[in-house]
């Protein structure tokens, strides 16, 4: 059978179309004048074909310089980026993942108070602090240089704050653990920490498991964190408690649920369960082992 399309399908494809040219157009154009000598450009009209100076442009600004920038090769340009780029990553990692960790594991007075401090800067934008940095540099001595550049970027509050939510994921009895078997905060940061925060504890799906405590009925005085329904096959009551055979699922699975609170339910209506993701275990489903992970309701 032929489909036949619509006037709306060829039209969104033309106004798709007339967007990339829209948008390909001065790349294009770029292109074609990187390939021409500065005469030929300077004529009207532009051309829209390559030239065959492309080769010979490429090397006078690499390293040469061109226009204002002649005593500045573009690849020495590229250099100082490179080095600019990598000083602020590292430095940003190095300052921020240290000052998370003194937030979430040292307990010294006006913890909370420095990390909301930090976590402000973010409301300053870099046109307000453009001027400040500027002094600043000039007053260290540090204008024309890569640390000139670099230092001023260093500092990241939202790396900080990106850190502490890792950290905060890692369970306390890993600390206490530690401590038990000795470690200080430096192997405790180097041996359990960084590991468990640079990758996750295992790839790929995992096994989920939940005490039957742990499960309960969704009549609003809770709101979980997962939802799903089931059907009742039976219903038992047992003076204070209720159970509730329930199938759910596809396979229609069973489930025997114990309830604190009686409803109107019977055999044959659907019922509305749900659980707290503080109250999942996460194992491994290759080795069974289970899973640190800890999980809390922000």
Request: charged residues 15%.
């Given at each position: ?159 900080t704050f ?38 996750p504890p ?53 489930l025997i ?42």
């Amino acid at each position: 059978m032929v489909e036949k399309k619509s006037v709306s399908y060829y039209l969104n494809h033309l106004i798709i179309i007339i967007g990339i040219l829209v948008i390909g157009f001065p790349l294009w154009i770029t292109f074609v004048a990187a390939s021409h000598d500065m005469v030929r450009m300077a004529r009207a009209p532009l051309p829209l074909w390559p030239g065959n100076h492309f080769f010979e442009n490429m090397s006078q600004a690499l390293f040469h310089g061109v226009g204002n920038a002649r005593e500045q090769p573009v690849a020495i340009m590229l250099f100082n980026s490179l080095i600019m780029a990598l000083s602020i990553a590292f430095g940003k990692i190095l300052i921020s993942i240290l000052s998370a960790f003194a937030i979430v594991y040292f307990d010294f007075r006006f913890r909370m108070f420095f990390f909301w401090m930090i976590f402000i800067t973010l409301m300053l934008p870099v046109e307000v602090r453009i001027i400040p940095t500027f002094e600043v540099v000039a007053n260290l001595g540090m204008l024309n240089t890569r640390l000139g550049l670099s230092v001023p970027l260093i500092a990241s509050a939202t790396a900080t704050f990106m850190f502490r939510q890792v950290f905060l994921t890692v369970p306390d009895e890993m600390l206490e653990a530690a401590r038990m078997d000795g470690a200080g905060p430096l192997r405790f940061f180097k041996d359990i920490l960084l590991p468990l925060s640079s990758e996750p504890p295992v790839k790929g799906p995992c096994v989920c498991g939940i005490r039957p405590e742990h499960l309960f009925v969704v009549d609003g005085s809770v709101s979980p964190d997962v939802r799903f329904s089931g059907q009742i096959d039976l219903k038992e009551s047992l003076g204070s408690d209720t159970l509730y055979h329930i199938q759910y699922g596809p396979r229609k699975q069973p489930l025997i649920i114990r309830s604190g609170k009686h409803t109107d339910l019977s055999q044959g209506d659907r019922m509305e369960l749900g659980f707290l993701w503080e109250h999942c275990h996460f194992f491994d489903p290759d080795t069974g082992n289970r899973i640190a992970v800890s999980i809390s309701r922000t």
